[in-house]
Structure formats: structure tokens, C-alpha cells
């Protein structure tokens, strides 16, 4: 059975950096997309970064707002690591990771496309 976990959250200090991790268990294939998502207080869920597996390695792909910003990598096998430096209240939420397994050649950041969920993790920027 499919599982998706994220750990990581909690306080963090603006101007703060902060690092998720999403571990997936039970896939049934090596070929995968692992998306992050977050999703502020009222406001609907939002895509940041996701991590792509295919036969040639790993591709990435960010929302046009974070490419800048956030970065993603998977130090091991169905693992994958959100980092996001320069906090700020705005980053506020529950953060999200999701998978789907296929092999897609280039992940997308939309919720939509992912089947299978984290709780979330509840990230807090506040002094």
C-alpha cells in the first residue's frame, strides 16, 4: 500500500530556512513524481516544486513563483526534499507532498495530477 509521509514542520523564524522531507513507501514501480504543495489559511492548495524519476535519472520542474526560490532533490530512493530559504509570514501553511507513479519525463506542480497524499505538515513563520 502506498504511503506518503512528511516531517519537517513547525516554528520557524522569518528570515528563517526551512527544509521538508517526503518519504514514499510502497510503490510499485521506480518511476515516479513527488510534488510539494502547500496551502495557506484560507486559500486554495498551491503547487511549489516536484521531483521526477525516470530511466535517464531525475528531472525537476517549479510553479513560476518559486523557481527562484525553493528547491527540490532526492537524496535517496523515494525520498524528496523541499527547501525554501527566506521565510517569510506569507510562507505560512500546511505543506503537502503527493505522488503518482509514472514515468512522465517532466513532473507538473498541479495538484490535480497527483493521486496520493500526505497528512501535511504545519509549517508557522513567526517571531
Known amino acids: 500500500q502506498l504511503q506518503v509521509v512528511e516531517s519537517g514542520g513547525g516554528l520557524v523564524q522569518p528570515g528563517g530556512f526551512l527544509t521538508l522531507s517526503c518519504v514514499a513507501s510502497g510503490l510499485a514501480s521506480g518511476y515516479y513524481d513527488i510534488g510539494w504543495f502547500r496551502q495557506a489559511p484560507g486559500k486554495a492548495r498551491e503547487g511549489i516544486a516536484c521531483?521526477?524519476?525516470?530511466?535517464?535519472?531525475?528531472?525537476t520542474n517549479y510553479a513560476g513563483s518559486m523557481k527562484d526560490r525553493a528547491a527540490v532533490s532526492s537524496p535517496a530512493k523515494n525520498v524528496v526534499n523541499l527547501q525554501l530559504p527566506g521565510l517569510t509570514p506569507e510562507d505560512t501553511g500546511i505543506y503537502y507532498c503527493?505522488?503518482?507513479?509514472?514515468?512522465?519525463?517532466?513532473?507538473?506542480?498541479?495538484?490535480?495530477?497527483?493521486?496520493?497524499w500526505g497528512q501535511g505538515t504545519q509549517v508557522t513563520v513567526s517571531s
Open positions: 503527493a505522488v503518482r507513479e509514472l514515468m512522465s519525463g517532466r513532473c507538473v506542480v498541479s495538484p490535480q495530477a497527483y493521486t496520493s
Open positions: 521531483f521526477s524519476v525516470t530511466r535517464s535519472g531525475g528531472s
